[in-house]
C-alpha cells in the first residue's frame, strides 16, 4: 500500500451540504464544509501578527494539504484508512484542493520547509489579507500574493492546466462540477434516483422519474421498452411477447435544475438521434429473448447482448450504437415477469461504463420494474372502483314533466373515487317524479356497494308507489338485513306538478333548501329523523308548496361541512350563495340549473372538501290548471263512449284537433279494458305539456300485458293499437290499483 495518506473527498458534484436535503436541486451548487479539526490536533495559526485564521462559518476558500510520503510513521495510531483516490481528481467546485491528510493539517515529514509536500501548490493566502493556517512542525506556508513569484519547485495553480472531464473528456476549469466516479457517488446517485423512481404514481410519473434520474447523470441517453400489453398482477399474457417503446430520453439542451445536475455541452444532433424503434416482438428463442430471461443488465459489446440489439431496435437502426462498453441492456422484471427492458447509451465523447456501473443499472432496473408492475395494478383496482360508482349513480337524468334536473358527483378524493353518496331521479304514475339523495358512511368500495344496494331498493319501493315515510321504512329494514354497523342518511321527496306540492321525508339527512323565483332562499323545515339502519323508529312526511319556478337543491353533507366548519354554518352559507346567484338574474328569471350547481360547488375552498359530495337540482316548472282536463268515469258499457266525447273537446279546446282521431281511439281502447274489470270509478286525465299525456286508472292491480292475438281471437289489439300509435306507453301499479297512460306528439 502506498505509504500516502489521502483523505477522500467526494468528486461528484451532486454531492449536498451538511444539513441540506439530497433531492434539493440546490444542494449540488453547495460548497462542500470546512471538515473539522480532530480533537487535540489543533495546531496553531501562523501568519501575520495581530491576525487570526478563518473559521468554518467565514467566508474562506476550502485549503486542503498534501500529506507527506512516511508520513504515516510519524503519526498517531489511526483506525481509519481511506483508499487512495484515483489519479486525476478534479478540482473541487469550492476551489481547494483534493486529497490532503488528517483533517486540519498535513502529518509532519519530509517534503519541503514548512511541511509543504515537493511539487505542491503552495496556498494562495485569502483577498481579505487573513492568515492561512499553520502547519505542522511550526512551520509557515508560502504566501503568494498578486505580483508576487511562486517559490522554486512550486506549481501555481492558477496556470496549470485544468483536469480533464471524465464525462466528455474536455478539460474542466477549476470549480466546474465533475460526475460520479467513486462508490459513494454512486450510492448517492442510486438513492436520489429510486427516491425519483418511488414519488411516480402512475406508470407515466415512474417512466418519466427514471428517465429524469438516468440522464445525463449516468448516461446520455435512454430508451425505455414496455411489454404491450402490460400485464396486470396475476394475469398470465397471452400472445406473442411485444415490446413498444414507452419513452426516449437524451442530455437536454439546457441544465436540469430539478435534479442539480449539469449536463455536458450540448453537441450537434449525433448517432444516438437515430436509436429507438417503436415496437419489436421477441421471438422465443432469440437472443432478445435469452438476454430477457437472464434478467441481470449486460454491456452490449457481449456476443449475446450484441446479437439482441437488432431484434430490439431494428436492423437498420443497430448501426448507431456507440462501439465498447458505452451501452447497457437492463431488464425490466416486475413481480412474476419480464415486462420490459431499458438501454442506457454513452456517446463517444464520454468514457465508458464501468463493471461498477452494471450494479447501478440492475438497481435501477428493479425499483423502475417493481414500481411499474403496481402502478398497473392499482390503476386496475382504480379502474374498477370508478367503474363501480359510475354504475350506482344514474347515468342520465330523466326528462319529467314539469321538472328540470341538474345534478352533480365529486368523489372525497381522485385517488379513491369510490363512496356512499348517491343521488336519483324516479318518474312516478301521474307525471310526478321522486327525488332521492342519500349518503352512506365511508368512501369504500364496501359503501359504495351498500349504496348500489339501497338505490337499487328505493327505485323498487319508488315503483310501487309507496308514500315517502313507507319507503324509508323499507329502506331502514333493507339497511339492517345487510348488516348491524350498516348506516346512511336519506331525503326522499315527491313532487307533484298539477298540485304544485311536494311530500317529503327525512332520515338524519341535512335539509334541502328552496330557492325561489323572487330570489329568497329557504331551508325547509323537514323533521330530521333519525338514520337509516338505526330500526325501531318512525318517519315522518310533511306536505309543503312547491310554486311555478321555485328551485329545491339536495345535497350531502360533504357540501356544507368539513373541518372548517359545522354543518349549520355551511348550510346558513349555502343559503346565502343561492340568494347572491339569485340576484344577478332578476326576481323574474331563476338562474339557469347548470351554472347554479357550478356556483354551489365554487363555495368550497382549497383543501374544504374532507367528503364526497352529490348534489341534485329540481326546477319546478309545473303544469298550469288551464292544461289539465280530469274526469270520473263509472264503470258501465256507456264509458267509452264518454271518453271519446271528453276528449274530443278538450282537443279542440286546446286547438289540437289534428290528434283527435289517434286519441279517441286510444283511449276508447284503454278504458274499455278499464271498465270491463273495475267495481269502482274509473279516472280519465289528459296533460298537455310539449307531449299530449293521456292517464287512465282503476283499482284493478293486474297490469295488463302485451301480447299477440290470434286471427280467431275477438280481443286483445287495444294495446297492440297504444303500442304502435303512441310515441310511449306504460303502466304503474299503485297502492290502490294501476294507472295505463301514453303520449303523443304534438303536431
Known amino acids: 500500500m502506498d505509504s500516502t495518506r489521502v483523505t477522500e473527498h467526494p468528486t461528484s458534484f451532486d454531492r449536498p451540504s451538511t444539513g441540506a436535503d439530497p433531492t434539493d436541486p440546490r444542494g449540488a451548487l453547495l460548497p462542500a464544509p470546512v471538515p473539522p479539526r480532530a480533537s487535540g490536533s489543533a495546531l496553531p495559526a501562523q501568519g501575520r501578527t495581530g491576525e487570526t485564521p478563518p473559521t468554518a462559518g467565514e467566508d474562506s476558500p476550502g485549503v486542503f494539504e498534501h500529506s507527506q510520503p512516511g508520513a504515516e510513521q510519524a503519526a498517531e495510531p489511526d483506525t481509519h484508512r481511506p483508499r487512495p483516490g484515483a489519479e486525476g481528481v478534479p478540482v473541487q467546485p469550492d476551489g481547494g484542493q483534493p486529497g490532503g491528510g488528517q483533517p486540519g493539517g498535513g502529518q509532519p515529514g519530509g517534503g519541503q520547509p514548512g511541511g509543504v509536500p515537493a511539487g505542491a501548490a503552495p496556498r494562495v493566502a485569502p483577498s481579505d489579507g487573513s492568515a492561512l493556517d499553520g502547519m505542522p512542525g511550526g512551520g509557515q506556508a508560502a504566501e503568494v500574493r498578486p505580483g508576487s513569484e511562486v517559490p522554486a519547485g512550486a506549481t501555481d495553480r492558477r496556470d496549470a492546466p485544468a483536469e480533464p472531464d471524465r464525462r466528455t473528456g474536455q478539460p474542466t476549469a477549476p470549480g466546474q462540477p465533475t460526475p460520479m466516479r467513486r462508490d459513494g457517488d454512486r450510492l448517492r446517485f442510486v438513492g436520489a ?50 415490446l413498444r417503446l414507452r419513452r426516449t430520453d437524451r442530455i437536454p439542451a439546457e441544465r436540469d435544475t430539478e435534479g442539480g445536475f449539469a449536463p455536458a455541452a450540448q453537441q450537434e444532433p449525433s448517432e444516438l438521434e437515430t436509436v429507438g424503434a417503436e415496437l ?98 392499482y390503476g386496475r383496482e382504480a379502474y374498477i372502483a370508478d367503474e363501480l ?140 329523523g333519525a338514520p337509516i339502519g338505526v330500526g325501531g323508529v318512525d318517519f315522518e312526511a310533511v306536505e309543503l308548496d312547491a310554486p311555478a319556478g321555485a328551485t329545491l337543491l339536495l345535497y350531502t353533507d360533504g357540501l356544507v361541512e368539513s373541518r372548517l366548519r359545522d354543518v349549520w354554518t355551511g348550510i346558513e352559507q349555502l343559503r346565502e350563495r343561492l340568494a347572491a346567484t339569485a340576484q344577478l338574474t332578476g326576481p323574474d328569471h331563476p338562474p339557469p340549473l347548470e351554472a347554479l ?16 359530495i352529490a348534489l341534485l337540482a329540481a326546477r319546478f316548472d309545473g303544469i298550469a290548471p288551464s292544461d289539465v282536463s280530469y274526469w270520473f268515469l263509472d264503470p258501465e258499457d256507456a264509458a267509452p263512449g264518454k271518453a271519446r266525447r271528453l276528449a274530443r273537446r278538450a282537443l279542440a279546446r286546446w286547438g289540437m284537433e289534428d290528434l283527435t282521431d289517434a286519441v279517441e281511439l286510444l283511449v276508447s281502447e284503454v278504458v274499455t279494458n278499464a271498465v270491463r274489470y273495475a267495481s269502482k270509478p274509473v279516472t280519465l286525465r289528459l296533460l298537455r305539456t310539449d307531449v299530449l299525456r293521456c292517464e287512465v286508472g282503476d283499482d284493478v292491480p293486474q297490469l295488463p300485458r302485451l301480447r299477440q292475438a290470434r286471427a280467431t281471437d275477438e280481443g286483445g289489439r287495444g294495446l297492440y293499437l297504444v303500442n304502435r300509435l303512441a310515441r310511449r306507453w306504460g303502466a304503474t301499479r299503485l297502492s290502490t290499483g294501476k294507472v295505463v297512460w301514453f303520449e303523443l306528439n304534438r303536431g
Open 193 to 242: 434516483a429510486t427516491r425519483r423512481i418511488a414519488r411516480g404514481m402512475d406508470l407515466d410519473e415512474i417512466v418519466m422519474g427514471l428517465c429524469r434520474a438516468t440522464v445525463p447523470t449516468f448516461a446520455d441517453a435512454i430508451l425505455v421498452y414496455l411489454r404491450e400489453p402490460l400485464p396486470v398482477g396475476d394475469e398470465r399474457p397471452t400472445g406473442p411477447l411485444v
Open 280 to 377: 419489436c416482438e421477441v421471438r422465443p428463442g432469440s437472443a432478445l429473448a435469452e438476454v430477457l430471461r437472464g434478467v441481470r443488465p449486460v454491456f452490449t459489446d457481449t456476443p449475446a447482448a450484441r446479437a439482441a440489439l437488432p431484434e430490439l431496435l431494428g436492423e437498420e437502426r443497430d448501426f448507431a450504437l456507440p462501439d465498447g462498453r458505452r451501452a447497457i441492456l437492463a431488464p425490466l422484471r416486475g413481480r412474476r415477469r419480464v415486462i420490459g427492458a431499458a438501454l442506457f447509451l454513452r456517446g463517444p465523447e464520454r468514457i465508458p461504463f464501468e463493471a461498477d456501473d452494471l450494479l447501478v443499472a440492475a438497481q435501477l432496473a428493479t425499483h423502475s420494474a417493481l414500481g411499474i408492475d403496481k402502478a398497473v395494478l
Open 389 to 528: 360508482q359510475r354504475t350506482m349513480l344514474p347515468e342520465n337524468l330523466p326528462r319529467c314533466t314539469g321538472v328540470r334536473l341538474a345534478s352533480r358527483y365529486l368523489p372525497a378524493a381522485e385517488t379513491a373515487r369510490v363512496g356512499g353518496d348517491w343521488y336519483d331521479a324516479i318518474p312516478l304514475p301521474g307525471s310526478r317524479v321522486a327525488l332521492v339523495v342519500g349518503d352512506v358512511m365511508g368512501h369504500s368500495m364496501t359503501s359504495a356497494a351498500i349504496m348500489g344496494q339501497l338505490r337499487t331498493t328505493a327505485q323498487t319501493l319508488a315503483g310501487l308507489d309507496l308514500p315517502p315515510q313507507e319507503v324509508l321504512h323499507h329502506l331502514d329494514e333493507q339497511a339492517q338485513r345487510l348488516g348491524t354497523d350498516r348506516m346512511a342518511t336519506c331525503l326522499y321527496a315527491v313532487y307533484d306538478p298539477v298540485s304544485h306540492r311536494i311530500t317529503v321525508a327525512n332520515a338524519g339527512h341535512p335539509p334541502p333548501v328552496l330557492l325561489h323565483l323572487g330570489g329568497e332562499a329557504e331551508v325547509l323545515r323537514v323533521p330530521a
Open 597 to 612: 350547481c357550478d356556483e354551489v360547488l365554487d363555495m368550497l375552498g382549497p383543501g374544504d372538501r374532507d367528503d364526497d
